[in-house]
């Protein structure tokens, strides 16, 4: 048996954030570069750009910035933010589904006797 989850974050039924918008965050960060970073995470550019702007426009903020220096790719503060508390959302939901795991378990093992 196994409890699954999936954890994204919506306003008015479309998507703001989620773990592939997360993925494609940390894979800019990394890469400091869309492209590589879609490379990175065999998806088209296209896609990776329309889910990066399309974020940017519904939280009404800027998620990357792009050094004048040397055009490479960056994570403003807000989206270093949103980041860290996604994912400690996700590690809070895993423990409480491990806990609920073990509940089930158990209830589910004292029930065959």
């Given at each position: 048996m196994e409890i699954k989850y999936k954890i994204w974050i919506e306003k008015n039924g479309k998507v703001l954030f989620?773990?592939?918008r997360d993925n494609i965050l940390q894979a800019i960060d990394t890469e400091?570069?869309?492209n590589a970073a879609?490379?990175?995470l065999e998806m088209s550019y296209r896609a990776a750009w329309g889910r990066l702007k399309a974020s940017e426009e519904r939280m009404g903020i800027k998620l990357v910035e792009i050094s004048k220096r040397d055009k490479s790719m960056h994570l403003t503060p807000q989206a270093r933010?949103?980041?860290?508390?996604f994912e400690k959302l996700e590690r809070d939901a895993e423990?409480?589904?491990m806990e609920a795991d073990e509940d089930f378990q158990s209830l589910l093992k004292n029930s065959k006797k």
């Open positions: 989620g773990k592939g400091q570069s869309l879609a490379k990175k933010a949103i980041i860290n508390r423990m409480l589904l």
